[in-house]
């Protein structure tokens, strides 16, 4: 039972547009979602969170939004540049336990 | 945050060995967690490792094929143990990072032959 879906195993993008990255979950517990990015022989990097009492949240080129009734959260990276090349993980926590729950990645490929 | 050293980066290993995977953090934690990231899956988390006490292990996983021991705040091991090539995976550390996020080892790649 994946609660963490990401139904893009891949997405290529030019530098300079936007990439976006979608994640759906199931368990309407969740209440907390990340987004990680992993280099190749790397572990995962913390990119931006969000919280369930907002539905939007920017840090720099990257933008999370949260839509809870459609269980549906999405990352944007604007403007996408070369260095962005990685796979890219959702995660979702919730109820009363520090738990991560990942998706099964989505490797961005930007190119010039 | 946190700065992770997690070795080794990776290991080729004859089934029915065992592997001990060590990670040590630079500042005290009080919760470590381990994951596995099987090939073309998603992160999963194998168990939690309070300093003190045992580990609590995630549902598929036993203390006996994967033991833990947290001696301290700062480190951390898991053993592979009896390995099969089902075991061939990325097994990695993490620690709460803060801003909500986790910090993660750069991971070990584990290839069972």
């Known amino acids: 039972d994946q609660q963490v879906k990401q139904n893009s195993p891949s997405l290529s993008v030019q530098e300079g547009r936007i990439s976006i990255l979608n994640c759906d979950y199931t368990n309407s517990m969740f209440d907390y979602f990340l987004w990680y990015k992993k280099y190749p022989a790397e572990g995962p990097t913390f990119l931006i969170s969000i919280s369930s009492i907002k539905d939007k949240n920017e840090d720099g080129r990257f933008t999370v939004f949260l839509n809870k009734s459609a269980k549906h959260l999405s990352l944007h990276i604007v403007p996408s540049q070369p260095g962005d090349s990685a796979v890219y993980f959702c995660?979702?926590?919730?109820?009363?336990?520090?738990?991560?729950?990942f998706g099964t990645g989505t490797r961005l490929q930007v190119f010039p | 945050s946190a700065v992770i050293s997690q070795k080794p980066s990776r290991d080729i290993c004859q089934r029915g060995t065992s592997l001990t995977i060590q990670c040590q953090v630079d500042s005290q934690v009080t919760m470590m967690f381990w994951y596995r990231q099987q090939p073309g899956q998603s992160l999963t988390l194998i168990a939690t490792a309070n300093q003190g006490s045992e580990a609590t292990y995630e549902s598929g996983f036993v203390i006996d094929k994967f033991p833990i021991s947290r001696p301290n705040l700062t480190f951390s091991t898991l053993t592979v143990s009896n390995m099969s090539p089902e075991d061939s995976s990325i097994y990695l550390c993490?620690?709460?990072?803060?801003?909500?996020?986790?910090?993660f080892g750069s991971g070990t790649r584990l290839t069972v032959v």
């Open positions: 993490s620690v709460d990072g803060g801003r909500g996020g986790y910090t």
């Open positions: 995660a979702a926590s919730g109820g009363n336990t520090d738990k991560l729950i």
